[in-house]
Nanobody
Framework: QLVESGGGSVQAGGSLRLSCAAS????????VGWFRQVPGQAHEGIAA????????IYADSVKGRFTISRDNAKNTVYLQMNSLKPEDTAMYYC????????????????WGQGTQVTVS
């Protein structure tokens, strides 16, 4: 099970840190991605990280503002979001898989329930 936390409401220019914690299994060997979804639109893959954490990828829409990281000892992956914009408002999800470093939704097998981020 994956559980996201850290969402909330923030003013434009502010920051939030999202957490994705796994229970019942180890995230250590999984690629982990962060996605977001606005109602009526498809999931957007915004960041992903390798099991060891050495490599990451970002969508152009968040590059330079968001940072994905992981602490395998805590079985948790983080998404630090800085310089937030109103267009970042969405439900944010983390997902895990054994495949590859990819922003594609179908490449991930395990999903959390999401945490809402609202930027005004």
């Amino acid at each position: 099970q994956l559980v996201e936390s850290g969402g909330g409401s923030v003013q434009a220019g502010g920051s939030l840190r999202l957490s994705c914690a796994a229970s019942g299994y180890s995230l250590s060997f999984n690629y982990v991605g962060w996605f977001r979804q606005v109602p009526g639109q498809a999931h957007e893959g915004i960041a992903a990280i390798r099991p060891g954490g050495a490599s990451t990828i970002y969508a152009d829409s968040v590059k330079g503002r968001f940072t994905i990281s992981r602490d395998n000892a805590k079985n948790t992956v983080y998404l630090q979001m800085n310089s937030l914009k109103p267009e970042d408002t969405a439900m944010y999800y983390c997902a895990a898989g054994l495949g590859s470093l990819t922003p594609l939704r179908d490449d991930y097998n395990y999903w959390g329930q999401g945490t809402q981020v609202t930027v005004s």
